[in-house]
Nanobody, 125 residues
Framework: QVQLVESGGGLVQPGGSLRLSCAAS????????MGWFRQAPGKEREGVSC????????YYADAVKGRFAISKDNGKNTIYLQMNSLKPEDTAVYYC??????????????????WGQGTQDTVAS
């Protein structure tokens, strides 16, 4: 049984940082792609970032490029999302997703086969 468990969300002031983690069990990160998505109240889910299982290439949505960084630790079977220079518009529930495909698409939710339960991130002063 595949499980993805996110952690690290919380409340932070604008300009602050958060680091999300997603620990996978029953699923091997190596050679498979992983992604982060988010959904703000009243808005559709959108892709944030993904990391390819082929060569660990990383991809980002324009809204977070230069501020967020995705990484993974195959030994810990965990991916991370370092979020810096946070803005109020980054407030959302953040979801980790796992794909059985080796290549990833930032906003291709249908390519992901497993999802975490989500973690709330709130950016407010």
């Amino acid at each position: 049984q595949v499980q993805l468990v996110e952690s690290g969300g919380g409340l932070v002031q604008p300009g602050g940082s958060l680091r999300l983690s997603c620990a996978a069990s029953g699923f091997t990160l190596e050679h498979n792609s992983m992604g982060w998505f988010r959904q703000a109240p009243g808005k559709e889910r959108e892709g944030v970032s993904c990391i390819s299982g082929v060569d660990d290439s990383t991809y980002y949505a324009d809204a977070v490029k230069g501020r967020f960084a995705i990484s993974k630790d195959n030994g810990k079977n965990t991916i991370y999302l370092q979020m810096n220079s946070l803005k109020p518009e980054d407030t959302a529930v953040y979801y980790c997703a796992a794909s059985l495909l080796p290549v990833c698409g930032v906003n291709t939710a249908t390519a992901y086969h497993y999802w975490g339960q989500g973690t709330q991130d709130t950016v407010a002063s």
